[in-house]
């Protein structure tokens, strides 16, 4: 009997122990219960918050199967007790496949990862997912926006030929677009836009062709026929393989792919093909250099634009070569399976000094993006070379021409223009242009100021018009103020209208 009443109160006792052990939710439940409620996710949540990772992880990952139940919660649970217990790559396992769910990159913040948060692991995932400026961001950001600025003021400049501003405007535009770019990724911003997953690709191959027929067409005049359009195929076979394979993909497909880039150890930017675009942009811009380096050359050789345009665009052909060389330097550490990130800046620097290069001079010389032809012997200007004006017409537009300047005086209008020239020349606006360029080798305003200049100093040295003030001359040879002639005359004379006549005077003494 005692035996038998010490058994039956071990096996209460033990029963009592079983379900006060638990929490009082599952204490409430009856003994055959118990089994299920252990495989709850009640029960992983409780082993979770009384901090028994090791019970709630088997739990959590058994209720991962359930599709009834909501996986961004247990993954989120997953990752914090992996990393409590110090786990960080089936950590950021679990947080990679939550992110792929449920992108929410504050989640990385939690406090729950600070004992991962300085592993490797995690901060190969962190620092690509969160958002951070740095100063290089914003230098390439000014950049771009200084080469857009550019493109805009090229657009919209009418004194440039269409076919140079189509040309130069595009090859500034690509390079502005492709710095943005690396502003984006550098600020690590490319998962909240998605879709700038590799936005600016479409364009590797266009660099060279547009710098080498841009070159041709201003230098040498070239013709564009149906052939020069093979050196776009590259890049129309490389838009239709992104087009159907990259730019039509949602950007949650785009967040997925870069994430599981990011898991697998690649650049979440990198494409999967990056060695072999990379190899093939590093062919196209050695091959086109070489054609650049030819045609700029034989511009040089021949003379074939001023010694101002001459030096822009050996600049520019400078600045693509050592853009060449550096992205060819960086094709090879890709190749051999390095990663180098200083390589890839100095690639991004070049390009960049290609964009400011190119706004410096639209701003302070923008005759030189259309390229001046420089012909000898006075032969005629290529613009002209399908006018209708004859040999014996241009002679005599000239003689009436400098009998309107000479005899009639017509400079001291301060409002004559090459349209009004025209009208007294019975001729065309274009004519005009003509017979001043080719029989003087002066644009129209320069001839103007050639006649205004040299009868102001007459008038300067005139003993009778002494009495008169510097600006009665100005508004006596045509000038409408001051400083405009003082400005026209130091031009000439590199002094100024009281300068010149006092030097004149004293000379004479």
Not at 52 to 57: E, L, Q, T, V
Not at 425 to 439: C, D, G
């Amino acid at each position: 009997m005692r035996r038998s009443t010490l058994i039956l109160v071990l096996s209460l006792y033990c029963f009592c122990n079983s379900i006060y052990s638990h929490s009082p939710d599952e204490a409430k439940a009856s003994p055959a219960s118990i089994i299920v409620f252990q495989d709850s996710l009640k029960w992983a949540d409780y082993y979770y918050n009384i901090h028994r990772y090791k019970k709630a992880i088997p739990l959590y990952e058994k209720n991962l199967q359930n599709p009834k139940i909501e996986k961004t919660r247990i993954l989120k649970k997953l990752a914090l007790s992996e990393a409590a217990l110090k786990k960080p790559r089936k950590s950021t396992a679990n947080l990679n496949q939550y992110l792929q769910l449920e992108f929410n990159p504050n989640f990385l913040l939690n406090e729950g990862f600070d004992p991962i948060r300085e592993t490797a692991e995690f901060k190969r995932i962190s620092n690509q997912i969160i958002p951070k400026v740095t100063t290089w961001s914003i230098v390439y950001l000014f950049v771009s926006i200084i080469g857009f600025y550019v493109v805009f003021l090229i657009a919209f400049n009418k004194k440039i030929y269409p076919a140079s501003r189509v040309l130069i405007g595009l090859f500034l535009f690509i390079h502005s677009f492709f710095i943005l770019h690396i502003s984006i990724n550098s600020a690590h911003y490319f998962f909240e836009y998605p879709h700038t997953y590799l936005m600016s690709t479409w364009g590797i191959f266009l660099y060279g062709p547009l710098l080498y027929f841009y070159l041709k067409k201003t230098s040498q005049k070239h013709k564009f026929k149906l052939l020069d359009s093979l050196h776009l195929l590259p890049s129309v076979l490389l838009m239709v393989y992104l087009t159907s394979e990259v730019y039509t993909m949602s950007g949650n497909s785009k967040v997925i792919l870069m994430l599981e880039r990011i898991q697998n150890g690649i650049g979440p930017q990198n494409s999967d093909r990056l060695t072999l675009f990379v190899v093939l942009k590093t062919i196209s811009l050695t091959v086109y250099g070489f054609f650049i380096g030819r045609t700029y050359l034989t511009s040089k050789r021949k003379r074939l634009v001023d010694d101002k345009v001459l030096k822009w665009q050996k600049n520019v052909y400078h600045i693509h070569i050592l853009y060449v060389l550096t992205y060819t330097a960086y094709g090879i550490v890709i190749i051999n399976g390095f990663s180098n990130s200083w390589i890839f800046d100095t690639s991004a620097a070049a390009m960049a000094l290609m964009v400011l290069f190119m706004g410096y001079s639209a701003n302070i010389q923008p005759d030189v993006f259309n390229g001046v032809y420089a012909y000898k012997n006075n032969r005629l200007f290529p613009k002209y070379e399908k006018s209708g004006l004859t040999p014996s017409l241009s002679v005599e537009l000239k003689e009436s021409l400098l009998h309107l300047f000479a005899v009639e005086k017509i400079y001291r209008e301060n409002n004559i223009s090459l349209d009004k020239l025209a009208q007294r020349l019975n001729t065309t606006r274009h004519n005009a242009s003509q017979v001043i360029n080719e029989h003087f080798n002066l644009s129209f305003h320069e001839f103007v100021n050639l006649y205004r200049i040299k009868e102001a100093k007459e008038l300067l040295l005139d003993h009778e018009s002494n009495k008169l003030n510097i600006i009665n001359i100005a508004y006596e040879v045509g000038y409408n103020n001051k400083v405009t002639f003082n400005k026209a005359f130091k031009r000439d004379t590199n002094l100024t209208p009281s300068e010149y006549q006092k030097t004149i005077v004293e000379a004479s003494r």
